[in-house]
């Protein structure tokens, strides 16, 4: 079954955080650093980074952003 | 520009490098010539020297590598992540690894290997990604023309705030 779009933009959107922006990884997480704020926080943090707005949202503009291709440093952090 | 976290820098300014596996996608000459390039637009604004050698111990060392290769961050195939670097140190200090799943070209097609290059060996001196979209350390992939490819002013300021300006500076 084709996986839904929605669902594909969480997954580079969590992905996306945990590989640059230190968002930790799920299966190791408590719950509390499981809170949708934690990770509005950090898509805060790459908005900022980038210029972009910071609606702590995945809207088309971030996305697209992170849709580029890139170096695998993270942008913060080790 | 931003440092890396802690400020890790070389101890000497006149480094080694050594590339101990080629990607199939180029000649080693090309490989070579891109990777020589890569460091001169580092070492033209800076103290620092580059010697490439074939001795095991040579600080930076570069690799083509795919997937998994052993340092806990695995590449991901075509596009995504194309390379990344470690800040300045012993063992897998300063060395730059490319991701063998992408296509790297001489020129504006796919991903240019010089450009890539010269964005990891920041890294491997120190360098953290920039904010800034004109500069080299931006994290995000822009073609610019090797041919004319002039390192831009917040990298400079960058790489001199760690190693001091050239000795021997290009004039305008």
């Known amino acids: 079954f084709p996986v839904p779009a929605q669902e594909m933009d969480t997954q580079v959107v969590q992905d996306y955080l945990e590989k640059f922006y230190q968002l930790p990884r799920r299966g190791l997480r408590s719950q509390r650093q499981n809170s949708p704020s934690v990770i509005v926080e950090k898509l805060k943090e790459m908005q900022r980074f980038f210029g972009l707005s910071e609606t702590g949202k995945p809207d088309r503009q971030t996305l697209a952003v992170m849709r580029k291709p890139r170096c695998g440093v993270p942008d913060s952090g080790d | ?172």
């Open chain 2, 1 to 172: 520009f931003m440092l890396t976290p802690g400020n890790p820098k070389w101890e000497q300014t006149n480094l080694t490098y050594r590339i101990i596996k080629y990607t199939t996608q180029l000649s080693e000459a090309d490989v070579e010539e891109a990777i020589k390039k890569a460091f001169q637009v580092w070492s033209n604004a800076s103290s620092l020297t580059f010697t490439k050698t074939s001795q095991e111990e040579a600080d930076i060392k570069i690799a083509f590598v795919q997937g998994d290769h052993g340092d806990n961050s695995p590449f991901d195939g075509p596009n995504g992540i194309l390379a990344h670097a470690f800040q300045p140190g012993q063992g897998i200090g300063g060395d730059a690894h490319f991701d063998e799943d992408e296509i790297w070209t001489m020129n504006s097609s796919s991903y240019n290997l010089f450009l890539v290059a010269a964005h990891e060996f920041g890294h491997s001196l120190g360098l953290a990604h920039s904010t800034d979209p004109g500069a080299l350390m931006y994290p995000n992939y822009a073609f610019r023309d090797p041919s004319t490819y002039t390192l831009p002013q917040d990298d400079i300021n960058g790489i001199q705030a760690i190693y001091g300006p050239s000795n021997n500076p290009i004039q305008p």
